[in-house]
């Protein structure tokens, strides 16, 4: 049971985590497997046999912290990985299809810090729809790191999502978010309390398909709904839901003067 003891101080000792520099290390030797130009030429991926070698000791340290044993979740973790490579050739094809700037896929695979943040980030959820603990969440604040993009693992985003530019981006652990969601830079999809109590609810917003939430805004609240199709402008703050075709905007007033007279020119 986690008690407040508990907390101040940990849980388990050190030697009852997995290396955190290992975990990195498997998070970007399976994403050059699934896309080895992430890599460059003259990369020789990790093999299967390697990779899934590379999970099992890093679940052994806390295997009594889950039901099945790492060999088994391992195996399982590797079946699925056709299913997330798909899902990733979808979002990089979504991404390449509505972004101007993006000359092909392979350069969105190459070089979008979303999509590297997207790719890491459903690796995780697998493992964490496995009840892992730990390993999911040390892979994405390690994406994190790289890009500035924060998914909690246990998020759940449908296909075809594209993060745009994507610095300061967050979406928190209960979010849910549809198919083809487009999200720009600065937007947080959080909370409206931190209050330990509400660990086990929903505290983050549902983003239903085909909505566009442009940079800045911020979306809170369990009970928050923002209805498909609609489109949320930049620096919006909403914390009430909002129906489908919806367009929401933050109206602001631009001034422009004279340096030296002052006068109002607009």
């Known amino acids: 049971m986690l008690t407040n003891d508990n907390l101040r101080k940990g849980k388990n000792s050190s030697c009852s985590f997995p290396s955190k520099a290992g975990v990195a290390n498997f998070a970007h030797n399976m994403s050059v497997n699934l896309f080895p130009i992430l890599e460059g030429g003259g990369c020789h991926p990790y093999s299967k046999s390697k990779l899934r070698g590379c999970l099992i000791r890093l679940l052994e ?10 060999e088994v979740i391992t195996d399982s973790f590797f079946k699925e990985v056709p299913l997330i490579k798909k899902q990733l050739e979808e979002d990089a094809a979504y991404i390449a299809l509505g972004d101007p700037a993006a000359l092909d896929i392979d350069v969105v695979i190459m070089a979008y810090p979303g999509f590297f943040a997207i790719l890491v980030y459903r690796l995780a959820h697998c493992l964490s729809g496995f009840g892992v603990p730990i390993v999911p969440r040390v892979m994405t604040e390690h994406a994190h790191s790289l890009t500035g993009i924060d998914i909690n693992p246990k998020a759940k985003i449908g296909s075809e ?5 994507g610095t300061g981006i967050v979406i928190g652990e209960t979010a849910v978010i549809g198919n083809r969601v487009k999200l720009y830079q600065g937007v947080t999809i959080g909370a409206l309390s931190v209050n330990k109590t509400m660990a086990s609810e ?3 917003p549902t983003i239903e398909d085909n909505v566009i939430i442009y940079a800045g805004s911020t979306i809170l609240g369990g009970d928050t709904i923002i209805g498909h ?11 009430e839901s909002v129906p489908p075709f919806s367009l929401v905007y933050h109206k602001s007033k631009v001034t422009i003067r004279d340096r030296d007279d002052k006068k109002e020119l607009i």
């Open 61 to 70: 340290p806390i295997q009594d912290r889950f039901e099945d044993s790492p």
């Open 161 to 165: 999502f594209f993060i745009d530019h």
């Open 202 to 204: 929903k505290r983050h």
């Open 229 to 239: 199709d609609s489109i949320i402008g930049g620096n919006v703050w909403l914390t």
